[in-house]
C-alpha cells in the first residue's frame, strides 16, 4: 500500500520560510517522479513542482521557481519543498503526489497523493 505522509505546514509570516516534508512508502522511491500541489482556500488545486527520478526540477511558475527549491533523499524516500520569501499568496494545503512519469505530476494524473498539510502566511 502506497502512503505518502506530508509534514512542515503551519502558520508563517509574510517574508517567512517554511519546509515541506513529504515521506513515502510502498513504492520503488528512487524510480518515482514526485512533486507538490497547493488549493488556495476557495480555488482549484495547482501544481507548484515536481523532481524526476533523476532529480531535475520541473516549477509551476516563474513566483514559485524563484523562490521554492524541491528535492529528494532516496536514501530517506522523502521529498522536501523549501518555500523561501513567503507571500499571504501561498497560503494553501499543499499535497505531494508520485507517479512514474513528472508528467503526471504536472498534469494531476498522479496515482498517488498525500492527504495534504495546511500552509497559512499572515500579512
Known amino acids: 500500500q502506497v502512503q505518502l505522509v506530508e509534514t512542515g505546514g503551519g502558520v508563517v509570516q509574510a517574508g517567512g520560510s517554511l519546509r515541506l516534508s513529504c515521506a513515502a512508502s510502498?513504492?520503488?522511491?528512487?524510480?518515482?517522479?514526485m512533486g507538490w500541489h497547493r488549493q488556495p482556500p476557495g480555488k482549484e488545486r495547482e501544481f507548484v513542482a515536481a523532481?524526476?527520478?533523476?532529480?531535475?526540477?520541473?516549477y509551476g511558475t516563474d513566483s514559485v521557481q524563484e523562490r521554492f527549491t524541491i528535492s529528494r533523499d532516496n536514501a530517506k524516500s522523502t521529498i522536501y519543498l523549501q518555500m523561501n520569501s513567503l507571500k499571504p499568496e501561498d497560503t494553501a494545503v499543499y499535497y505531494c503526489?508520485?507517479?512514474?512519469?513528472?508528467?503526471?505530476?504536472?498534469?494531476?494524473?498522479?496515482?498517488?497523493w498525500g492527504q495534504g498539510t495546511q500552509v497559512t502566511v499572515s500579512s
Open positions: 510502498g513504492l520503488p522511491f528512487a524510480s518515482y517522479a
Open positions: 523532481v524526476t527520478w533523476r532529480g531535475d526540477a520541473v
Open positions: 503526489a508520485a507517479s512514474v512519469a513528472v508528467r503526471d505530476i504536472v498534469s494531476e494524473t498522479a496515482p498517488y
